[in-house]
């Protein structure tokens, strides 16, 4: 029997995954690459469109999906309200057009997720889900930052904080097995307030407050090594130790980020900017999209996804080639980092063929077996 593709869940994913096309390319042309521009307003809308558009979209699409169940009547449908803002002005801001709405609009978003957060939270209140809206909540400040014209640098770190605080939280979810200490709860609480004080810092004084986020995310890196459950399964076979090992490499990336936040904390662009900003989005927050990708699309989609080796090509090319373009951007060898960059954009979209290929082939292997 054929399965019906969910709706809405499918088109918003496939809405954030242009939207993922739209930034690479833009930040491809950022980098140099003498290609088409397609809209005059396209590069500088790169930062954005990865975080505000691809991004939160797709965490408040996975939101939207985890709650619906637990909702009832019309807040079935509303719950895909977030996701849908966030993605429709990020569509506005790709296109470069209406330019205020693009985005109130993705403000209207995170304001969305912060109040999908506060359901979930006041249905399962505990550490996590109070951590995880917290992170909302800085998405939602540094979309309002943005809205009211503060420069995009100084936006970019509130961006940062969402990330972090949402992987940290989700982390500390499936760590919760262990039964971890009070002194790994209280390290954990420790970092996330110094997380917001970082940022708070950063809006009176730009360069102590980067750094003291860089000293943050070095914590919480080491915090991730010791306390993450990802260490004690790196010797499971299978996904469970693909999605080990791409978590430690991702922690790995985070601790290089922070050091490179604390060294060049006062850069508001050029490559030491981009070393640092790209060591924490490529580098982190992408090796925990591909550690997670076995286990949330399958969510999104409502259908399997079967895990094979090949899901190890992602995270080694994009740690290569990041090395790459971090490499350039050090020791100004601006061809270098052209490349690096190009072949991280060529490493998302092969991550990309291969979750769709396999879904595909998944599909098909359902449907040709007989049914009962
Ligand atoms: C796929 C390959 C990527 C390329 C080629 C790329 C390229 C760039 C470039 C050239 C800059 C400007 C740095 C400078 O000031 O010199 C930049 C900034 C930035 N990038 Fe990326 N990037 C990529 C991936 C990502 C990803 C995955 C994210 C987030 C998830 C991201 C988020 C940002 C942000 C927030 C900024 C700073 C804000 C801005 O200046 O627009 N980038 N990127």
Redesign the pocket.
Known sequence: MKRRIPFPAAPLLALSLLLLLA??WA??L??GWAWPLLRPTLP?A???L??SG??GALISLERAVALQPSVRGQARRLVYLPPLAAGLGGLLVMLGIAPPLGPLLMTMGSLGLVILMVVIYRLHPAMHSGVILLGSILWLAGNLLWLFGQP??EV?AW?TGF?ALTIIGERLELSRLLNLSSLAHRLFLFLVVLVCAALIVSLIRYQPGMRLLGLTMLGMSIWLFVFDIARRRIRAGGQARFIAITLLLGYAWLAISGVLYVVFAGQM???R??AM??SF??GF??NMIFAHAPIVFPAILQRPLSYHPGFYLPPILLSLSLVLRITGDLTGDMVMRQWG??L??IT?LLFLGLIIGTVLKDGRRQSARPSP
């Open positions: 930034a690479m930040g491809l950022r980098m500088m790169h930062g954005p990865m975080v691809f991004l995009v640098f970019t961006w990330l662009a050029g490559p900017y981009d900003q790209h989005y490529l927050v992408f960059g190009l991280n954009a998302l």
